[in-house]
């Protein structure tokens, strides 16, 4: 399939996805769909298989990521516009502001995206995000301007050219006169400033998802626990200021 596409703006081109895709699936009690933030505290997560990358094995250390879950049943999928695990990858270039994608099982994608089997250092242990597709649509806003750069004759440019279509602003971040709240999804350690700035988002129904472990995220998407998947996020308690995982 084509979806629309922008090289670097991955929160954007999974939030034109969910458009596209959650309008299709609405109502199919079977398939749940999630935008999946993938980072660290440090903002430094190793990712292999990346398009970007000039390295054989197709490392690149982002600062985040963001992919598109689909879980059907006991069967989960990836979405990943930046993967070169594809069929066919030479057919994937951009044409027109679109690029071909598709589906891959979950379980091929994170051996060899992630490779679990690394040991990686503590700052680049990578922290998922789940965001419900409904929540991450009505929630998501951003004026782009995680993207500016100084310049010395212009004051501030782009470090890579902005998307075609208008700047993103869903419903509730709208309603509450929201233009940007990117950091909210990225950050997986709050301090109290942006612990405050993100309950205050909240009361106006903006919501920002669950934290998970790498551990904890792979095992919420094991073949028997697909099914109970929504159920086990509602089982996470967020404390004020504390992430307390449910045993999952």
């Not at 991955?10 to 109502?27: Q, R, V």
């Not at 009690?29 to 980072?39: K, M, P, R």
């Not at 890579?160 to 971040?173: F, T, V």
């Amino acid at each position: 399939m084509e979806l629309p596409y922008s090289s670097c703006y991955c929160e954007e081109n999974i939030y034109k996805a969910l458009e596209i895709l959650h309008s299709h699936w609405t109502g199919a009690g079977d398939c749940s769909l999630y935008s999946v933030f993938i980072s660290s505290p440090t903002r430094a997560i190793p990712l292999f298989c990346q398009r970007s990358s000039p390295r054989e094995n197709g490392l690149v250390i982002w600062d985040y990521h963001v992919v598109l879950l689909k879980v059907v049943k006991d069967k989960t999928y990836v979405l990943d516009f930046d993967t070169t695990i594809q069929a066919d990858n030479e057919q994937l270039n951009v044409r027109d502001g679109l690029r071909r994608v598709e589906f891959l099982q979950f379980g091929e994608y994170a051996e060899l995206t992630f490779r679990p089997s690394l040991s990686l250092p503590k700052n680049l242990q990578r922290s998922f995000r789940m965001i419900a597709a409904q929540d991450y649509l009505s929630s998501f806003a951003s004026d782009r301007s995680h993207m500016l750069a100084p310049a010395e004759s212009t004051g501030q440019v782009y470090v890579k050219a902005p998307p075609p279509w208008p700047q993103i602003c869903g419903a509730n971040a709208a309603a509450a006169g929201v233009r940007m709240n990117i950091d909210c999804f990225i950050d997986v350690k709050l301090d109290s400033s942006k612990l405050n700035r993100q309950q205050v988002l909240e009361s106006h129904g903006m919501r920002f998802g669950e934290v998970l472990t790498q551990e904890q995220f792979f095992g919420s998407l094991s073949p028997a626990k697909c099914i109970d998947l929504r159920s086990c996020l509602m089982r996470l308690d967020i404390e004020r200021g504390t992430l307390s995982y449910a045993n999952i």
